[in-house]
């Protein structure tokens, strides 16, 4: 939208201007501000995510900032800027703590799980103790929520996490319990495409598509004899 704008010629004349205004009125210029974003950009929202999830932050709007936090997350991903993308989702884990007990919170907190998920098997291996931890957790929301659909990606990361690790018999229970879990969710929606087949994880049957062979071959074999 047209409007006055107005610039620092230094940002030193910024921080001093900005350390003049009450911490009320910055809370409530922080909030303004974002909500003020939020319908010029409208659609586009998700273009701006990082800027409004600071303003959201700033102004005491915990489940806003968490939501553009999140959404802030997945576009540093989209751009492998990773380093940006922790500080996002940790900035969340912190945000997260605001919140109230509930289940609000326990699918605010499931959502920055999955992303922090994908961020650690790219940045620090598939097979680190961390990844393990992160969904293990994340199968725990899930259960708790009743969300088959998310626990289908929450267990194809321990089943990843697991093969890669080498350990036998943990893969063989959770692909067990995937293959039940996906043609439960599968029945409980009826005719039509299963739900699990949307996932951003590939599906059970169709692994082999982003995985390099010999990971393919040792998840196949036992995905198809479950099937």
Known sequence: TLAARYGFRHALFQEVVYAHISPERRVDLHKRI???LERAYRKR???IAAELAMHFDEG???RRALSYLEQAARNALHRSAYSEAGRHLARG?????ALP???VRLRLELDLLLLRGQMLMTTKGWGVEEVESVYRRARELCQQLDDASRLL???WGLIAM???SGHDPGRKVLVGSVTGARTRRHRGAGSGQCPADRLGYPPVRD???RHSAGQRLTCRNELERHA
């Open 34 to 36: 974002g909500r003020r």
């Open 162 to 164: 697991n093969v890669v």
């Open 207 to 209: 692994a082999d598509r």
């Open 93 to 97: 884990q912190d945000i997260l703590k």
């Open 45 to 47: 929202v998700n273009t």
């Open 60 to 62: 005491r709007d915990p």
């Open 153 to 155: 990606q929450a267990m």
């Open 101 to 103: 007990e509930g289940r």
